[in-house]
């Protein structure tokens, strides 16, 4: 069975850091890259990076330094630490693994950033 559990998201204030974390099930985390993704209101979901299962990260262009992704393979979670957070990061971020497919997801967890 696959779990995905994402939680740690919130308000906060512009300028402000959230880590958010996923907890996996075993069959999708052990040995297999992981990726955090986020949808904004009225946008398509993008991928924000992955990690691999050995700890390699990539993330995409326009994270530019404030987004860090980091695992641990011995409680199957991973990581998202926001920092510098923007009005325009709000949205759901969700996890996923490159072992899930067909794609399914968890429930998400909603970052609103807002004074």
């Known amino acids: 069975q696959v779990q995905l559990v994402e939680s740690g998201g919130g308000l906060v204030q512009p300028g402000g850091s959230l880590r958010l974390s996923c907890a996996a099930s075993?069959?999708?985390?052990?040995?297999?890259?992981m990726e955090w993704y986020r949808q904004a209101p009225g946008k398509q979901r993008e991928l924000i990076g992955t990690i691999t299962s050995d700890g390699w990260v990539m993330h995409q262009n326009f994270v530019k330094g404030r987004f860090t992704i980091s695992r641990d393979n011995t409680k199957n979670t991973v990581y998202l630490q926001i920092d510098s957070l923007k009005p325009e990061d709000t949205a759901v971020y969700y996890c996923?693994?490159?072992?899930?497919?067909?794609?399914?997801w968890g429930q998400g967890t909603q970052v609103t950033v807002s004074s």
């Open positions: 075993g069959n999708i985390f052990s040995g297999y890259g």
């Open positions: 996923n693994s490159d072992r899930n497919y067909p794609r399914t």
